[in-house]
Each structure stands twice: as C-alpha cells, then as structure tokens.
C-alpha cells in the first residue's frame, strides 16, 4: 500500500483486536492483530499483503462466526458472556493511530477518533487533533486498580485536543526548507526524509508498534504547537489577457528558536512561592563547555551558523566565547545581551523598547536570511535605495531557491514574556522582509506600522505557562492604559497560582506522556533533578587532560609566532 492509512476501525473479540485501514482512495485495506491473551505483553501481528473491499468484508465475517457464543473468564473466576455476535466494532472511521501505553495492568490503544482540517500547505493538509480514545487490552478491564486509575487519569491530564497537529503527507517536524531541499527517493518515487524526533511528541508511545515491527502506514507522528490563520476577504479585478499564472504558489519560511539557557541550571524549590526573580544557581560548573557545545552542534548540523540573540548571564556569555575559539569565522554564534527590561523603564513612546529590538532583527534577519520557494526578483537586486544593505542571499545550487543559512535562538533567564516579546518583534520583521522580497511592500518597515496585531503570543503563553501574558505587547508599546495594567496584575496573580500549585502535576503528566517516568510513581516524583539527567560525559581527570592539552597548544602557537616575528 502507497501513502498512510486515513480511516481506521477497530473490531473487538475475546482473543485479539483487528484493526482495519484503509488508504486515501477506499479501496485498498489493511489489517492488524493485537493479542489480548496477556495484556501486558504486547504482540501484534500485520499481513503483508492488501484486501479489496470485498476481501476484508469476507475476513470480518469468518472472525464473527469463529467467535460466535465465546465465554470470557473474569478475574472473579465466573464465566460471563461477551457478546453473541463474537465481534464488536469499538471504534469507526478513526484517524490514524497515536501509538499504545503500559502502566502497571496492561497496555492501551491511543486512537485518534477526530480531527479537523485547519491548513493547507500546498496539496498537503494539516490536521489539528479534536478527540483521543484510549481502549484497553485487557480481557476483564472494568476493575483497574485505584494505582492503575491514577496513571491513566495523570496520562489523560494531556489535553491532545488541544494544539496538537499531524499529516498524513507533510513531515510537520521538519521546517519547509529541509523537506523541499530533501534528495532522498525510495524505489516508488516517494520523499524519504526522516523526522526529527525531537519534535514528535508520541514518539515513547510509536516505539511499541516498531519493536513489534508495524509498518509505518498506520502510525501518526503529532507535534505540539500553534496555528494562525487571518484571511481578509477583497473584491479584485484584474486583466485576464495579462494577468499573471496563479496556479502556481509562492511560498516563503522563516525559522527561529525558543529554549532555556544552554547550561546546568535551577531555581531553588523553597523559593517557589517567592514573588519576584529567584535567585539562580549554576549545578554544574564546565569549564569546556559540554552542555552548551553539544546544543549548538546539533543546531549547527542542520543550519550550520547560528545567530545567538539571548538575554542572559555571564556564563552564558563566557561558554560561547569558549567555542567560537573552535568554530571557522563564517560559523561563530553570535551572542548578544539585551536587557529589555531596563530598556523598558528608560523608554518613552516615541523611541520605546520594540524600536531598539527591531533595529537587531533586521540585522539578525539580513545575517542569515529566510527560505523562500524562489530568486530574489531582479528589482530588488537593482534598487538603487536597498532597504536590505548588508543582504547576501544564498542561492540553491541550482539557483530556484533562496536559503536560509543561520537560525536566531531566542531566550530569557526566567521570563517567558520577555521570550515572547523578543520572537513577535524578530518574526514581525522576518515577514516584513518575505513580503518585500515578494514584492508586496516596497519598504519591509512599513509593515510594522500595518501587523502588529496579527501576531501574539498567547497562545505559547498557556502552553507554557497556564496562563494569558502578563506582560503583552502593548506594555513595551508604551500605549496600555490603565485597564491593560489592571489585566497584567491579576495575570501575575493567575500564573502565580498556577506555578505555585499547577506545575508539579503539569510536569509529572508531560513526563509521564513523554517517557521519562517508567521506573516510579509519577506523582511521588517533585523534581526534575536525576543524577542520571545531569551526567556529564567527562570525568575530572579528562577535563584536567584536555586543559593541559590545549595549553601546550596555545603554548607552540605563540611560540611559532614569536619566531615569525623576531628581527632577521
């Protein structure tokens, strides 16, 4: 079968689930078995051939009457009747399937059991998740365990109705650039490109199905975040004798980073109900570097450069002056500080803290660029008046795209608003700059007069935080009246509430969602810090070695140099 299975139904007897699919036309069908024997193994088994309509009808009825007047023994030891057709359909015209759990009895099927289309990116459609059913394997699962009824309603807290995407044909985990530059091709003619794992949030879950060596056909790959559609509707009328072609869309990406700072840190628990700025600690001190070489390598494998625009601390600042020493000149991080808010206190207005942050987004966006589907158009390259002076656009080898060749990483100590101040006012500028490009605006600063309204952060905000932004673009704007501040106040209070009491059940469910609690009880567990989370893969004695090492280096390249430049 080519491409993913769309429609899923899931049957039930007393011995297995079938679970049948079939792909985008309906008229080709697979089928896949799970043992329900022992509940807590899981065996599953998928023909490698595919049914036609008639063929998986046919299959159905020979299972209903196998299983036809079957007797189910309880755990109570009676023998009760399960159903008299012998095969139940639990679940019709499902999604796609999320992946399967096991907490202490046994496991559960994740199926998505709803969805609605949200996006179109060229013939692809993305789906935003609207409803999940969870279905245990268990012959007898009406008695869980109080301990089994508390993991399953941790797992539940997880709201995947809520911001949780996928595709059948689109890899959501990749940025546009990667998937239209990406050369790999199967025998059939289909891209293979595999996902970023980091991005897929049911990737603990998927692992079952793989080890039991499901195909790939029937798993859905989700990731986690944000969708924004403002359409404006208009009355054009154009020539049609000389109108351009517009079959053909034009499409343009823009990509930059969020994250906490790249180092070993924390806040002390005991201050949590502290109202203010808790004081900061460092857990491990490195002096190469480890933590933040190993961040920005895996950033660099696939942007190769980076644009560092960080408010931090000095350490920060002193691990990436350590490995620019080891980086060419084209590929150095780019660190800059900026305190917004100090800035804020000393603005006014006319000149406010979003000016002096879009005067560093333009260089930041003409350093290392954007991806878009085509050239630069020759008007732009011969505008006597460039609005984008230091702009040095990087072609494609065959010169049809336009790359982007660095990424911004965008981060605050302690504070998610400043965050998200910083990423409105760098992707505001970004989309300024695509338009222009696009020839929509003859000047990309005139957009920041025009869309300050269509991008928010309030949606990262409760995502992140519980809650709405205390602090919202109209604060740095200068412009809040008084009912803004009124809001900033009782939000303050909200988050307060939420990361005083919400966080530690937040986080044991995301944990527990994502794989890291298998080995304790999620609920028992208040801290993040496992020794086996902050290992670092280098022992005193290497890291003595190494300094030494790069002493005696350091050491023959001056004395190297002193020899150049002795007198003759």
């Not at 906490?260 to 460092?282: E, F, N, Y």
């Not at 919400?502 to 994502?514: E, R, S, T, V, W």
């Amino acid at each position: 079968m080519r491409g993913r299975i769309r429609r899923v139904t899931v049957y039930e007897t007393i011995d297995r689930f079938y679970i049948v699919g079939c792909d985008v036309s309906g008229m080709r069908f697979r089928l896949l078995k799970l043992d329900r024997i022992d509940s807590k193994v899981l065996l599953a088994g998928e023909p490698e051939c595919d049914y036609t309509k008639e063929e998986i009808l046919e299959l159905l009825a020979t299972v209903t009457e196998s299983n036809f007047g079957k007797y189910v023994r309880g755990i109570s030891g009676r023998s009760n009747r399960k159903d008299t057709q012998g095969l139940v359909e639990r679940i019709s015209n499902a999604f796609g399937l999320l992946g399967v759990v096991k907490f202490l009895e046994g496991y559960y099927i994740i199926v998505v059991t709803k969805a609605n289309i949200v996006a179109t990116l060229g013939y692809h459609y993305i789906y935003k998740i609207a409803e999940v059913a969870m279905i245990s394997l268990a012959v007898d699962a009406s008695s869980p365990s109080s301990e089994e009824q508390r993991y399953v309603k941790l797992f539940q807290s997880v709201d995947l109705s809520t911001d949780f995407y996928f595709s059948y044909t689109y890899d959501l985990s990749r940025s546009l650039q990667e998937n239209i530059m990406s050369t790999h091709w199967d025998k059939d003619g289909r891209r293979q490109l595999i996902s970023d794992q980091k991005f897929v949030w049911n990737s603990f879950l998927l692992e079952p199905l793989r080890n039991n060596l499901v195909s790939e056909h029937w798993l859905l790959e989700i990731v986690h975040g944000s969708l924004e559609l403002h359409l404006f509707r208009s009355q054009i009328l154009w020539d049609v004798s000389s109108s351009p072609n517009f079959s053909f869309g034009r499409f343009s990406a823009f990509v930059q980073r969020r994250g906490s700072v790249p180092l070993r840190w924390s806040q002390d628990p005991a201050t949590r109900g502290v109202v203010g700025k808790p004081l900061i600690r460092i857990d491990i001190h490195e002096p190469h570097a480890q933590t933040a070489a190993a961040h920005f390598r895996v950033t660099g494998e696939i942007w190769q450069s980076h644009n560092c625009n960080e408010s931090g601390e000095n350490t920060v600042f002193k691990a990436v002056n350590y490995l620019n020493q080891f980086l060419p000149l084209s590929e150095n991080i780019c660190y800059l500080s900026f305190d917004v808010a100090r800035c804020n206190k000393l603005s006014s207005v006319s000149s406010n803290v979003l000016t002096k942050m879009e005067e560093i987004g333009f260089k930041a966006v003409q350093a290392h660029g954007w991806f878009q589907s085509f050239p630069m158009p020759y008007t732009r390259s011969i505008d006597y008046r460039p609005s984008l002076p230091d702009f040095k656009p990087l072609l494609s080898g065959d010169k049809r795209f336009l790359l982007q060749q660095g990424i911004s990483r965008t981060n605050c100590v302690d504070c998610l608003d400043r965050t998200n101040v910083a990423q409105f006012v760098l992707g505001r500028v970004a989309l300024a700059c695509q338009l222009y490009a696009m020839g929509v605006l003859d000047n990309p600063c005139l957009l920041c007069l025009l869309l300050t309204f269509l991008l928010s952060s309030i949606g990262c905000s409760w995502q992140y935080a519980g809650s709405q932004l205390v602090h919202s673009i109209k604060t740095y704007k200068k412009i809040s009246a008084f009912q803004e501040r009124s809001r900033d106040v009782i939000q303050t209070l909200s988050r307060y509430y939420s990361n005083t009491f919400g966080d530690y059940d937040k986080q044991a469910a995301i944990n527990l969602f994502l794989g890291v609690t298998t080995d304790y009880c999620a609920w028992m567990y208040d801290d993040d810090y496992l020794e086996k989370m902050i290992s670092t893969e280098y022992d005193r004695s290497e890291a003595q070695e190494e300094q030494h090492d790069y002493a005696k280096i350091r050491e023959a390249n001056w004395l190297s140099l002193e020899t150049c430049l002795r007198p003759i």
